[in-house]
């Protein structure tokens, strides 16, 4: 599989298919940003599956823009206004996001509802043992990304604001349900026999939910602005998953990257771990736990393999909207690539579990 860097990194043109009336959006930023000093220069950035992402370029500042894509879109996809209510929370909470500077819901102004925050300045991994550092800072970003997560998990939603923003009864059960049904309202990406059998047995054997959380949903190192010089995250992105929920489902989904290759997501199965430094998956769990203050995370393969579903589900809705001409990056094919090798390893997943 091709660097994901080359091709998910960078801004350039605006894609034909996503542009818009920057003029119009110019004026939407001098209304609505208070210090606001054009003139203003659009890009978009290499990356953005779901929701089209672009850099706004001005004399004496940048902005990121993400948008709803366009064309047909999924019930409950593409939630921009999730993402900037929970960005602005979360600032003020006091925990690392970029700073936001208005949603707008005003169809009108670039033809689908979108919000304005913070560029912030630092650096973007995308394999997860940060082969490129050296060692000593290789292991501190690794375990900055452990506290973040569980930094997350312990901000208590009702004093953030966010007490209405998930329901986080029965979480699990409709976030299987969800997925299940992503998957199977997009019969023009195909089929797949794994899938079909974790369709089947993910709602058979949920486990009880072990509370709930402020929820990011895609917590992976290429979602995570490190600073510049420093080993420590100064930006968490991409909140369109963020809800309220159970985190053990949350912090696994990160911690799956021991169990993929690393042409998924970066993953670091085939890695000399201790050559490299990097804790094993049972230190890094217990890490986590000792944060949160847990035990141990119970039912470990049944909640990898519902994120390993899940997120070929998300790659699934990534295929169809390729096929539709609708997808929002312009390189989805490597990611698509990767959908029946990330099927079959949720099924491992269901093996493993049922070998217990």
Known sequence: MADPSALFSGSGPVRAEHRFDEARLERWLGETIPDYSGPLRVEQFAGGQSNPT???VTGNRAYVLRRKPAGVLLKGAHAVDREARVIGALGEAGFPVPKLYGLCTDDSVIGSWFYVMEMVEGR???QSA????PQAERVACFDAM???IARLHRIDPISAGLADY?????FLSRQVARWIRQYRDDPQAGRLADMDMLCEWLPANLPEEQ???????DFRVDNMIFHPTEPRIVAVLDWELSTLGDPLADFTFHMMMYRLPPAIGGGLEGFDLPALGLPTEEDYLARYCRRTGRERIGHLDFYVAYNMFRLASIIHGIKGRHLRGTASSGNPGEIVDALPLLAARARQQVERAQAV
Do not use: C, S
């Open 146 to 148: 452990n506290d973040t």
């Open 211 to 217: 509370g709930a959380a402020i929820f990011h949903g």
């Open 130 to 133: 940060f082969p490129q550092l």
């Open 54 to 56: 672009f850099r706004l």
């Open 166 to 170: 998930g329901r986080p009864e029965g």
């Open 124 to 126: 973007i991994f995308w």
